[in-house]
């Protein structure tokens, strides 16, 4: 059983920043790709940002120039930082690892940015 566990979600006034963590239980040395995706109430499922085992990212357009996406091979663990944050990113952020053959999701953690 694998288990991805996210932390580091809360409430923040805007242009506030949060450091969101997600921690696996199994080696991410090989894992090709790794992740974040958001989810407002009502709204669909957005993906946020990417990261490749060379280190290459990807960001939304909405997120570009705030966040960042970072990984350590050696604690397992990729990391979300988050910076000037804005009410329009209040969401429930979830990570995602894509193993040989599943992709494993983290629980999610919410973020609320107050205005």
């Known amino acids: 059983q694998v288990q991805v566990v996210e932390s580091g979600g809360g409430l923040v006034q805007a242009g506030g920043s949060l450091r969101l963590s997600c921690a696996a239980s199994?080696?991410?040395?090989?894992?090709?790709?790794m992740g974040w995706y958001r989810q407002a109430p009502g709204k669909q499922r957005d993906l946020v940002a990417t990261?490749?085992?060379?280190?290459?990212?990807n960001y939304a357009d909405s997120v570009k120039g705030r966040f960042t996406i970072s990984r350590d091979n050696a604690k397992n663990t990729v990391y979300l930082q988050m910076d000037s944050l804005k009410p329009e990113d209040t969401a429930v952020y979830y990570c995602?690892?894509?193993?040989?053959?599943?992709?494993?999701w983290g629980q999610g953690t919410q973020v609320t940015v107050s205005s």
């Open positions: 199994i080696s991410i040395n090989s894992i090709n790709r």
């Open positions: 995602y690892i894509d193993g040989r053959f599943v992709r494993y």
């Open positions: 990261i490749t085992s060379g280190s290459s990212t």
